[in-house]
Structure formats: C-alpha cells, structure tokens
C-alpha cells in the first residue's frame, strides 16, 4: 500500500458513518444504495459523500445496474490496512532509549 492510499485509507476509516457503512458491507455483495443509508441511519446526499471518500480510498467497489449503483466491501484494501497495522503494533511497545541522564554519572544520581 503506498504512502498516498494509506492516509486516504485512514483517513476514510476515521468517520464513524463510514465505518458503519463498512461493517453493513461485510457481509453483503453488491448493496443498493438506498439499502445502505437505510441501514445506517443517513439521507442519501449524505451518504453519497461519505462513499466517494470510500472508492477513493479504494475501500468499496461499485457497479452500475440499470439506474442504481450497488457496493459492496474491497477485501484486498482492508486486509492491507489490517496488516499495516498489524505491523505497527510491535513498533508501537517498544522502549524508546532514554538519553536524559548522563552515563558518567554514579547509578544513584541518574
């Protein structure tokens, strides 16, 4: 994942009706739009931004059927997203060194 669709992935990760919009997602193919502002408690120009950050970001597929336009979750992106995360947890509880103190000095005046 580049540095460029890792901020937009987070970025569309950290509104909490996106997230919403991405758990109604999980398990479903190909929702209707009007299915998913149902499910989540939103009106449809609302909606509509929130899932233009989420194909920019990559994190939801659309197809057009007839008039509707269906979505449906990108696996592939979360996954990546899981793993980064994943990556970070291990740098995240590591000791930092400290060098406040001076290393001449006696272990009772550090």
Wanted: charged share 25%.
């Amino acid at each position: 994942m580049s540095r460029i669709s890792e901020t937009s992935v987070f970025t569309a990760l950290g509104h909490p009706t996106r997230r919403a919009v991405l758990a109604y997602l999980r398990d479903r193919d190909y929702v209707r739009v009007t299915d998913i502002a149902e499910a989540v408690g939103v009106g449809g120009s609302t909606l509509s931004g929130h899932l233009r950050t989420l194909r920019a970001a990559e994190l939801v597929v659309s197809r057009r059927r007839g008039t509707e336009i269906q979505y449906r979750v990108n696996l592939t992106v979360i996954d990546e997203a899981m793993l980064l995360l994943a990556s970070l947890g291990g740098a995240l509880h590591q000791p930092r060194p400290h060098n406040n103190h001076d290393d001449t000095a006696p272990e009772e005046e550090r």
